[in-house]
């Protein structure tokens, strides 16, 4: 459904402190080995530890891994050492100012990041997922800061995909919760996004 709407990369959520959308590890493994060319494969994982992050991509074969959650010191290195061909995708949770720093202190350790609204400060961490925005001030700070593709996610919806696509200028928009209805994504709510995408790219 997602693929046929025209997203071009998919979001495989492995299991999250909270959250929608997480789906068993053999069943990302299922959806990554049959998604057509040249869509991405995304694994978001909330391991920490670079040996739990490396075996739970490989449990699932995608060619991508989103840390949800900051990683162990040195992770990334490991990672790309353990998986040459694998892209890293860093999600930075944009609370406060000082994320830019956070960005650019690791930029030359990953291939992208993500933006996201998340709090993983709380009892029961906030990872993704949780429909909110965030200050695209911050996030558009951050896309001038670094050298890497940035994609922006965080309460985004048909009705303010454009004035996020302008304000911030990403790489790419991510969306999760705005595109689902009682749980699963939704057609009509996915056809109006993509609408809304391409009325903001002309």
Do not use: Y
Not at 11 to 34: K, N, Q, W
Request: some cysteine; hydrophobic content about 50%.
């Amino acid at each position: 459904m997602a693929v046929s709407a025209g997203a071009s990369a998919l979001g495989l959520v492995g299991s999250m402190p909270s959250g929608p959308g997480v789906i068993e590890d053999t069943l990302i493994a299922e959806i990554a080995a049959a998604v057509p060319p040249p869509v991405a494969t995304f694994l978001l994982t909330s391991e920490t530890r670079a040996k739990a992050i490396v075996d739970h991509v490989r449990r699932c074969g995608t060619n991508t891994v989103q840390l949800v959650d900051r990683v162990e010191e040195g992770a990334h290195a490991a990672i790309r050492c353990a998986l040459p061909h694998l892209k890293i995708v860093q999600v930075l949770h944009v609370a406060h100012a000082g994320v830019v720093d956070e960005a650019r202190a690791s930029a030359d350790a990953v291939d992208a990041f993500l933006l996201d609204s998340g709090n993983p400060n709380l009892a029961v961490k906030e990872l993704g997922g949780t429909g909110r925005v965030h200050d695209w001030a911050l996030s558009r700070r951050i896309v001038e800061a670094v050298r890497r593709p940035v994609f922006l996610a965080g309460g985004l919806r048909a009705d303010n995909v454009a004035e996020a696509i302008a304000r911030v200028r990403p790489f790419g928009v991510d969306l999760c919760s705005s595109v689902r209805s009682e749980g699963r994504l939704d057609t009509d709510k996915l056809a109006a996004f993509f609408a809304a995408i391409d009325h903001a790219s002309a």
